[in-house]
């Protein structure tokens, strides 16, 4: 994402989510240390440059056994629903994990989301690596990890998100 595209793709994941809280969530994840500019990614229209979706990767840790190891957590990632269902989120997702496993130290990508879903990019249950969730409240279908090259069996234990999330009370998947 450029610098310039920031206002289109805030808004481009407020109108996905029809969530306030969601612009009030990339406001302070971009205010906070969690962010990098590299992380944040955008799906835009080749014709109209008009950005039609938007992900955002934030740091965060893994409180491990022997160490504290930097990780990352996707969140949020909204299409434009009127582009719903036209590819732009799995295109988005693909390249941007792609981007990710080509550039990135950080060994996993961690997400709360559908079981449904996301295990098509490779996402596959957190619980199953030695990974515990940050909260009671994301089911543990629903808890997942993407591992990239820098991946090791060794790297276990708790995720800790970015204060922001807890901040907003977005942690834990809602009905």
Known sequence: MRPDEWAAARATNV?????????DLLDLLRASWCWEDELSFVAVDPATQDVLGHIVFSHAFVDAPDRIVDVLVLSPVGVRPDVHGTGVGT????QALQALAATRPEPVVFLEGSPRYYPRFGFEKGHDLGFTSPSVRIPPAAFMVYRLPAYSPTITGALVYPDAFWRLDAVGLRD
């Not at 109108?15 to 612009?23: K, M, N």
């Not at 295109?91 to 693909?94: C, F, G, N, R, S």
Request: charged residues 15%; proline residues 8%.
């Open 15 to 23: 109108a996905a989510f029809d969530d306030p809280v969601i612009g």
């Open 91 to 94: 295109a988005l997702i693909t």
